[in-house]
């Protein structure tokens, strides 16, 4: 069943990418198929682009609620720069959680959206999201909407973050 609706999926995809006379667009129009699965797509292009876009948002400041070029919150920012991939997401990070593959944090790759607990360390709820822009052995740095700040990179081995770490998601297949 599941191969079934993947191939209606995939079929109509198609059609859609063969109606686009630049093949770039066709590309970048990849929608989530279902909570547990990644969008296929020319990663590199994919992600660099996602990356390079987001890294054009530094320094906006923070505004809770925020989904606009005068102020993000964290899901915000993350649902505004994927849906420059027509990649569309919920405007919370404990729902943006639920989509995508859970992927190792030694596997994380920039295009990943990495995820926090809240303000408290002890809570088990997701409270925060960023993307992951750069990863290397102990290194993963990412750009978020944080209340101070705005959008900023952060590393995950600082204190802050390392504490509250809870996943990493991937939804744009590699």
Not at 102 to 128: M, N, V
Not at 153 to 163: G, P, R, T
Request: glycine share 8%.
């Amino acid at each position: 069943m599941h191969f079934l609706i993947r191939s209606i999926v995939v079929f109509a995809l198609l059609l859609t990418v063969s109606s686009f006379s630049n093949p770039s667009e066709a590309e970048a129009l990849r929608p989530v198929e279902s909570k547990s699965e990644t969008v296929a797509a020319d990663s590199v292009g994919t992600i660099q682009s996602l990356v390079t876009f987001a890294n054009k948002h530094l320094h906006i400041p923070y505004r809770s609620g925020g989904t606009s070029k005068k102020g993000f919150d964290c899901s915000g920012f993350v649902r505004y720069c994927f849906n420059k991939l027509n990649i569309t997401l919920p405007h919370s990070s404990a729902a943006q959680a639920e989509h995508g593959e859970t992927i190792d944090i030694d596997d994380a790759k920039p295009g990943d959206l990495i995820f926090f607990k809240g303000e408290s360390s002890k809570s088990s709820r997701i409270g925060h999201v960023g993307i992951i822009t750069e990863v290397a052995p102990g290194y993963v740095k990412f750009i978020h909407s944080a209340w101070k700040g705005g959008i900023r990179y952060d590393l995950l081995n600082a204190s802050y973050y390392h504490k509250r770490f809870v996943a990493v998601k991937r939804l744009v297949a590699m």
